[in-house]
């Protein structure tokens, strides 16, 4: 846009044209809370509080709260190993992440999940997924159902660049296609499968590249930049609700932690995790709101803060809370009559 | 090459076998098809066939041995093939001393057609000494009967053969070690084989491993035993310990019944095996009674615990025309008890009554019910010129399978309702057998000695719950018109068994009826007999 | 021996059967969908869902293309979020592919969620040997899905099980497999009209006997029937259990037949090996059942091969009447 006509253009960035300033304040407050979670949970972890192991998403906020912008609580998302950011997107409540974590009785899965399968059904929220690829043809599932119960939602499916050499990604995007069904997928490319670099492992130098072999329109975008990711959802959301059919979105974006925790970090060098570390999203995001007046710093802090304070006490709540008794260890494997 | 006679699997779960006997010694001629020798496994007694014709050599398993199946025991040489070098059998050679000096003493070919000898006694003991040239046991031929010499000193040891048996040219009978060499084992190969025989083949199943000793393990006795969880449960209800209790499934496996049967017997009882003979045996002949008429008479041969009254009801619904001779088999009827080994002395003394029986008679019609229609068949197997024809009720002797157990249970009741739960066994159906024919059959049976003496013969007839003894080869010998008739209900000897009797025979299968159809369905038995009868007059 | 056989009903072929139960339920639940490949136009592999396009049209009668994994997964997603599809492999050796959707996520969504999810999904399973299809289209792999937590497994032997059995599937709150036997598909029997439910689970005693129980399922619970009347010409009594149900299996019936012969004797077209049979033979060993055993428990499954394309080697693979039959006797002659 030129900017002859003084004070008609809106140069600012999507996000800010977009959503009202209290959603942008709440954007940022979760992404703050994403964080904190995430630190909260390795600190237990580290603690030895935490069984089994646990993949963080530190450094990917932008990616999941950005996509999870456009969707209501009807609308549905899948998620991955790596979901922790997409369940507190979607509005999730911490303590009942935090007594999941912990095995205990109160949280989400009754403590039978664990970090790679918490779910909120009823908020949309279908669940993290354990098998790379899982959530793939879930997805697509989600919104056939759509189709053909005539309901209005749209079925995010978050997914990482390893999953895309997967058979189910395949056969997913090829029968969302084919089927046109109202299913975005959003690929979070941090480079890495679990140690093998996308550049070692895909053969196209783009997973957005992939979206032609399957009729779709298929964008990259830088990941860490809100309004970016925003911005091309917004487009695949609405394509999608107008019955036109799927589309892929792949957000550059970069991990800072290992894999899990058992990760060495042997394949990727701290100079090129320190650099991507510099280009933290949460301060970029902040930096803009506070450039286009959305809050002031103080506010950024007390958003911080109250994000802090919920973590803790979500812990708090998880350490409090009861076990599940080992009498039920069958229990919810069917349904109760 | 030479054709190799191997040990033949007989039975499906036979892994080794026992050679008996050899019909014919190294060197001899021999054809294809005919007997070349016996062996018997833990079921039955079988000759087995030579498989080519040509001479025989190489025997390399003797009386007594026990070899694997698919062993080669023998070789067949053909047209123009050499036979290996051998040192000549017989006395004239001195047969070449063994590595360790042992020197085996054969039974010698002594006259110029002999194939077999029969060792009638022994001059020395094992371990005595004994010197070369001295009278060392007599053999007997058909010709003749000879003194033996040793040939060689030393002490006689291993000694294999006992006086009156019957034994092949050439069998080893003892060996003579040497003064001043210790004790070997018996060698394995016999001096002078060039043609080395090939490994046996290994058997189809593979070697049943050694049993486990039991070093670890339960202490407890009981749980040592073979028994089925039903039976150690009925065991334990009835408060009776697995060591009374014979055992008949397969190993001498206590099964359910067997418990059952064992609690039936009216007082606990060390088995029958180490009880003492409660019983004595008896003098005198057996008994026989006779029905006049007209015709060649018809010999009527009952089952086990029956007795010569059984066959009323058959005898009724032939009519009155036919001359019936019934013997009562030992221990049974108005027949003198005998203590019997097993069943070739029994039919021993079936062929004595018979000769009795039928004693200025040309011949005669035989009809056998179970164990009588195996003894029918012994019977007609030696005296096939006195036999017209063979009919057979469910007879005993065509295959291992037996309910022992309902026949033990018969013998050992003391008590018409504790009879009657295994009379009910014989017919098609529990009902066949009213309280009334339960009580009456009791009256016949009140004599204690009489049970005892019938429940050892049971333990000797039917050891373990099987048949050992295998008529199939005598019946394949008939000659003479042969009908069986079976039960399709029989609970005793299951039907199918006639299926395996090889043959020219007819088989009439009753539908409805169990073991004793004479009893069952008299009409329907005579009717087939009749025309059976009439078949075989008609022959002659 | 079918109860309801004197009722004058009218006969079906088993997949006529099937075919009526879809019918039946798309007719009053619009949320029952069929998925599988060539299921539409083409009707199916087996014919089983012939026409049924023409009533429910193309979005309820979804042809799929070639992606087992993809298309079971979709089904599991659908059957989260409101339908409840049906899904048809077109051959059970396919399922291989689908392994991953089938078992780490249908089987195991409710429990991993805590008891907030339900996959109401159904899939179908052409099964067996028989056809000369050869190795990879003739398995019998159900044991392989009774040993996951989480579905349930099905193996109706009739017309009228395999329409009530479907019913019941659908009215399942959570994932079924359905095992059809391909010889079966067109052996004919009584089906009650309207809607019923085979209940899930329970075994069937089709012949009553007291001197050995066989337990059998699908083709093999007919071949025992055959086996049994030939048994009983001697007077061996054989009581014949269609199993029915091999997630769950219907303990109690089994074992009450146990414990009246004493004598027992599985008989199924999976490999013999780490089969159904080791399942049962095993929950009688460890049940009170042990005690009324007067014999071993025998199993007859299929050789330990792949299955063989040349048809004498095809039958002689799996049990058949007579080779039901001479084991039933030898175990009742205690040859065993």
Redesign the interface.
């Known amino acids: 846009m030129s900017g002859g006509d003084a004070g008609q253009a809106d140069n600012r960035p999507f996000a800010i044209r977009t959503y009202a300033p209290d959603r942008l304040r709440e954007a940022l407050k979760r992404m703050y809370l994403i964080r904190r979670f995430e630190e909260g949970a390795e600190d237990s972890y580290m603690r030895g509080l935490i069984h089994g192991t646990m993949h963080l998403s530190i450094g990917q906020e932008a990616s999941a709260m950005a996509t999870c912008m456009e969707l209501t609580d009807d609308d549905k998302i899948t998620s991955t190993h790596r979901g922790h950011g997409h369940c507190i997107a979607k509005g999730a409540d911490v303590g009942r992440m935090f007594a999941e974590f912990y095995g205990r009785e109160t949280g989400y899965c009754h403590g039978r999940g664990g970090s790679m399968h918490i779910a909120d059904v009823r908020t949309g929220n279908l669940g993290a997924n354990g098998i790379v690829g899982g959530g793939l043809p879930i997805a697509v599932g989600a919104a056939l159902s759509a189709k053909r119960l005539g309901r209005a939602y749209v079925t995010i499916c978050f997914f990482g660049d390893g999953a895309n050499n997967e058979g189910a990604f395949h056969e997913a995007l090829n029968m969302a296609a084919v089927w046109k069904l109202p299913v975005v997928f959003v690929c979070e490319n941090n480079q890495y499968g679990m140690s093998t670099s996308i550049v070692r492992s895909t053969a196209v130098p783009r997973i957005s590249d992939r979206a032609a072999a399957y009729a779709m329109p298929g964008v990259t975008v830088d990941g860490n930049d809100f309004s970016a990711v925003a911005e091309a959802v917004h487009a695949a959301v609405a394509r999608a609700r107008a019955g036109e059919g799927p589309s892929l979105v792949e957000n550059l974006t970069y991990r800072w932690r290992g894999h899990s925790k058992s990760d060495r970090n042997r394949y990727r060098t701290k100079d090129e995790i320190d650099d991507w570390m510099r280009r933290d999203p949460i301060a970029r995001f902040q930096a803009e709101l506070i450039a286009h007046g959305i809050l002031d710093a103080a506010a950024a802090e007390a958003l911080a803060a109250e994000a802090a304070a919920e973590v803790e006490a979500g812990i708090a709540f998880a350490k409090s809370s009861p076990a599940p008794s080992v009498a039920e260890v069958t229990r919810y494997v069917y349904a109760e009559p | 090459m030479p054709v190799e006679v191997i040990l033949p699997k007989v039975d499906m779960d036979m892994t080794t076998g026992t050679i008996a006997h050899w019909h014919v010694a190294e060197g001899d001629s021999v054809q294809k098809g005919a007997a070349l020798f016996d062996i018997e496994t833990d079921k039955a007694a079988m000759e087995v066939e030579a498989p080519a014709s040509g001479r025989l050599a190489g025997i390399a398993a003797q009386p007594g041995d026990r070899v694997a199946v698919g062993t080669v025991v023998a070789l067949i040489y053909g047209e123009g093939e050499s036979l290996p070098d051998r040192a000549p059998a017989g006395p004239a050679a001195a047969p070449a001393p063994q590595p360790d000096g042992a020197v085996e003493v054969i039974l010698p070919k002594v006259d110029m057609d002999m194939t077999h000898g029969t060792l009638a006694a022994w001059h020395v003991a094992e371990g005595e000494t004994v010197t070369k040239g001295a009278p060392l046991f007599d053999i007997e031929t058909e010709k003749a009967a000879m003194e033996i010499e040793a040939p060689a000193s030393g002490t006689l040891r291993q000694v294999a053969a006992r006086p009156g048996d019957r034994l092949a040219v050439g069998s080893v009978v003892a060996w003579i070690q040497p003064a001043g060499a210790a004790a070997a084992p018996r060698p394995q190969d016999t001096a002078g084989l060039s043609a080395p025989l090939r490994q046996p083949r290994p058997a189809a199943t593979p070697a049943t491993p050694a049993p486990v000793q039991a070093a670890e393990g339960p202490a407890d006795p009981e749980a040592r035993r073979r028994a089925?969880?039903?039976?150690?449960?009925a065991a334990r209800a009835a408060g009776i310990a697995l060591a009374a209790v014979g055992g008949?499934?397969?190993n001498g496996?206590i099964?359910?019944d067997d418990v059952i049967a064992t609690a039936l017997r009216p007082q606990e009882a060390p088995r029958p095996a180490d009880r003492p003979a409660t019983w004595t045996a008896q003098a005198g002949r057996l008994h026989v009674s006779d029905r006049n008429g007209t015709g060649v008479p018809l010999v009527l041969l009952h089952g086990f615990a029956a007795d010569s009254q059984s066959w009323a009801p058959l005898e009724k619904a032939l009519g009155g025309q036919l001359r019936l001779i019934r013997i009562d088999l030992p221990g049974h009827g108005r027949s003198p008890r005998r203590k019997l080994g097993g069943f070739a002395e029994l039919a021993r003394a079936m062929v004595e009554a018979f000769d009795d029986a039928r004693a200025g008679l040309d011949r005669v019609d035989l009809l056998g019910h179970s164990l009588g229609g195996a003894l029918a068949l012994a019977i007609a197997d030696v005296r096939p010129r006195h036999v017209r024809s063979v009919a057979l009720i469910a007879p005993a002797g065509f295959g291992p399978?037996i309910d022992a157990v309902a026949l033990g249970g018969i013998t050992r009741a003391t008590r018409a309702d504790s009879l009657a739960p295994w009379l009910r066994r014989l017919t098609?159906v529990p009902e066949g057998i009213s309280d009334d024919y339960a009580r009456a059959a009791m009256r016949l049976r009140t004599d204690p000695d009489l049970r005892a003496c019938q429940a050892d013969m049971a333990e000797v007839l039917f050891p373990d719950g099987v048949q050992p003894f295998d008529l199939r080869p005598a019946f394949s010998r008939l000659t003479c018109p042969t009908s069986v008739i079976w039960g399709?209900?029989d609970?005793i000897l299951?039907?199918?068994q006639a299926l395996s009797a090889p043959g020219d025979f007819a088989l009439h299968l009753l539908s409805g009826a169990g073991h004793v159809p004479q009893i069952e369905c008299p009409e329907r038995v005579a009717r087939i007999l009749s025309r059976h009868l009439a078949a075989a007059a008609q022959e002659n | 021996m079918n109860s309801l056989a004197d009722a004058g009903l009218r006969v079906l072929s088993y997949s006529e059967a099937i075919r009526e139960a879809m019918a039946l339920a798309m007719e009053a639940d619009p949320t029952v969908i069929l998925m599988g490949e060539d299921i539409g136009v083409y009707g199916g592999a087996f014919q089983v869902t012939l026409d049924l396009i023409d009533r429910f049209g193309p979005d309820r009668v979804m042809d799929t293309p070639i992606s087992e994994l993809g298309g079971a997964g979709v089904a599991v997603g659908a059957a989260l979020t409101g339908l409840k599809p049906v899904y048809e492999f077109q051959f059970s050796d396919f399922a291989m592919l689908a392994m991953e959707q089938i078992v780490n996520q249908a089987a195991k969504l409710r429990y991993m969620l805590g008891g907030e999810a339900s996959v109401p999904v159904v899939f179908r399973l052409p099964s067996g040997s028989g056809t000369g299809a050869a190795a990879q289209h003739s398995q019998s792999i159900e044991a392989w899905f009774g040993h996951v937590p989480g579905l349930k497994v099905l193996q109706p032997a009739t017309p009228e099980d395999a329409k009530g059995m479907l019913l019941a599937a659908l009215a399942d709150p959570d994932p079924v497999m359905i095992f059809e036997h391909k010889l079966l598909y067109k052996t004919k029997g009584p089906v009650p009209e309207g809607h019923y439910v085979t209940p899930i689970g329970r075994a069937s005693v089709r012949r009553p006997g007291s001197d050995l129980s066989i337990v059998a399922g699908s083709i093999m619970m007919h071949r025992a029937l055959d086996a049994a009347d030939r048994l009983a010409a001697d007077g061996i009594r054989a009581e014949v259990i269609d199993l029915r149900s091999i997630r769950p299996i219907d303990h109690e019936t089994i074992l009450a037949s146990v414990r009246k012969t004493g004598r027992l004797m599985v008989v199924y077209e999976g490999v013999k090996a780490f089969g159904v049979g080791a399942e049962i033979s095993a929950l009688v060993a460890e049940s009170d059942a042990f005690d009324y055993l007067d014999a071993p428990i025998l199993r007859l499954g299929a050789a330990d091969a792949p299955v063989p394309y040349n048809p004498d080697l095809e039958r002689a693979s799996v049990p058949q009447v007579d080779t039901i039959e001479a084991a039933a006797r030898r175990l009742v002659r205690r040859e065993v």
């Open positions: 089925t969880p039903a039976a150690r449960a008949s499934g397969p496996r099964q359910r399978e098609a399709r209900q609970h299951p039907w199918r």
